[in-house]
Structures are given as structure tokens and as C-alpha cells.
């Protein structure tokens, strides 16, 4: 079985700059995750969707963050303009059906942003 | 609040020796708490899980946790402790109807081994 994908696995921009980071989940897992990283500090949920639709987007800086999963199936997340802060690790995760006990997450290996 | 807290940035065992990584949690309602490994410039991988019954769980890679509810702890123990177990290792709480995805990670403990 193929796992969570993910590109590019390194980004490095200047504040300010666009950027986008691209997952593929495990076929036929419906949840997929992103959540950030950063250096020290456990990660953070930032959305999940549940198919194409977006269940908790709580926690995600929507002025200068968005994700999308068309067809329910690969995930996009932008970060339009970035700033020094959104350093860190972009970890993509999926896991099949609705989330339960029965369905554990997979974690992609994650792209690390800098900003500079 | 919900958080998860890790009192041990980094810890650094002899190989062969036991361990044990400490992991506190704040939560309103019955938790379920999962213990994560990862290994640089790897995703995060699930060692073990608790939701309900009995309170020691048995995970990969020979680690075992025991959920103390009186002591809000859910700590991470292995009895020999192996070269390729240096990695992070990262406690989360969660809840949402059992859900494995909307979590609450601590900060992380780092272990290091000696040989």
C-alpha cells in the first residue's frame, strides 16, 4: 500500500511570497489532515476534510491560509502572502471512512517551509 | 483547555536500559490518548492508543503505556531500550466521537541512545 504523498519536500521563500504544497492521501481514505509544525512544538491541526468537504477549519489563519481537495481525493494548501512565522513542517495526513477507532491516521513526511 | 504536556525536552538512555517518557493531560471528558514516534525528516507514525478498558496498552515495537486516570498521566514505557529507538516522541489527546484526527499533540520528548 502506497502512503500519504507529499510535494515539494523542502520550500524556501521570502516573506511576503506565495506557496503551495500538494498531497496525495492513501487511495480510498476519505479524512484527510493538515496539520503545521513547528520547530519544537507538537503539531497543529490546521483543517480537515471529510471527502471534499471541509469538516473543522478552526484552527487555519484564513486570512492568509487556504486549503482545498477537489473530487475528494488530492489536497492543496496555499499560504498567500507568508511571513517569517509559517516556518515550519507541513504534515499531511489521511485516514479511511469517518475518523473512529478503528481508523488510524497515516502521516505523509511532511514539507518543511522557511520563510526568509 | 485541552493540552497535552511533556515535562522531558530530551532524554538520553543506555541501550539495553528501560525507559520511560512522561506524558499529563488536561481534558474535560474521557480521553483517548495516543502515543506518536518520529524519526527525522519522517512522518509521524502511531505507537499505541487508548479509548476505553483495560488501562495498559500494549503498541508497536515492544512499547507499552499505562492510562492513570486519578494521576491524568498516560506514560510510555519499553523494558530495553534499542539503537533505532532514538527518534521523537510525541503524546496527543483527542476525542471527537473518537476520532483519531482532530488531536492535540504535546511538544515532544527527544531521545536520544547511547551505546
Known amino acids: 500500500e502506497a502512503g500519504v504523498a507529499q510535494s515539494p519536500r523542502y520550500k524556501i521563500i521570502e516573506k511576503r511570497q506565495s506557496v503551495a504544497f500538494w498531497c496525495n492521501p492513501i487511495s480510498g481514505h476519505a479524512t484527510l489532515y493538515w496539520y503545521q509544525q513547528i520547530l519544537g512544538q507538537g503539531p497543529k491541526l490546521l483543517i480537515q476534510f471529510q471527502n471534499n468537504g471541509v469538516v473543522d477549519d478552526s484552527q487555519l489563519p484564513k486570512d492568509r491560509f487556504s486549503a482545498e481537495r477537489l473530487k475528494g481525493v488530492d489536497s492543496t494548501l496555499k499560504i498567500q502572502p507568508a511571513k517569517l512565522e509559517d516556518s515550519a513542517v507541513y504534515l499531511c495526513?489521511?485516514?479511511?471512512?469517518?475518523?473512529?477507532?478503528?481508523?488510524?491516521?497515516?502521516f505523509g513526511n511532511g514539507t518543511r517551509l522557511t520563510v526568509t | 483547555a485541552q493540552s497535552v504536556t511533556q515535562p522531558d525536552i530530551h532524554i538520553t538512555v543506555s541501550e539495553g536500559a528501560s525507559l520511560e517518557l512522561r506524558c499529563n493531560y488536561s481534558y474535560g471528558a474521557t480521553p483517548y490518548l495516543f502515543w506518536y514516534v518520529q524519526s527525522p525528516g519522517q512522518g509521524l507514525q502511531l505507537l499505541l492508543k487508548y479509548f476505553s478498558g483495560d488501562t495498559l496498552v500494549q503498541g508497536i515495537k515492544g512499547f507499552e503505556a499505562e492510562f492513570k486516570r486519578s494521576q491524568s498521566s498516560f506514560n510510555l514505557r519499553k523494558p530495553s531500550v534499542h539503537w533505532s529507538d532514538a527518534a521523537e516522541y510525541f503524546c496527543?489527546?483527542?476525542?471527537?466521537?473518537?476520532?483519531?484526527?482532530?488531536?492535540?499533540f504535546g511538544k515532544g520528548t527527544k531521545l536520544s541512545v547511547k551505546p
Open positions: 495526513a489521511s485516514s479511511s471512512r469517518q475518523p473512529s477507532s478503528n481508523s488510524p491516521l497515516h
Open positions: 496527543a489527546v483527542g476525542g471527537y466521537g473518537g476520532s483519531q484526527g482532530n488531536l492535540i
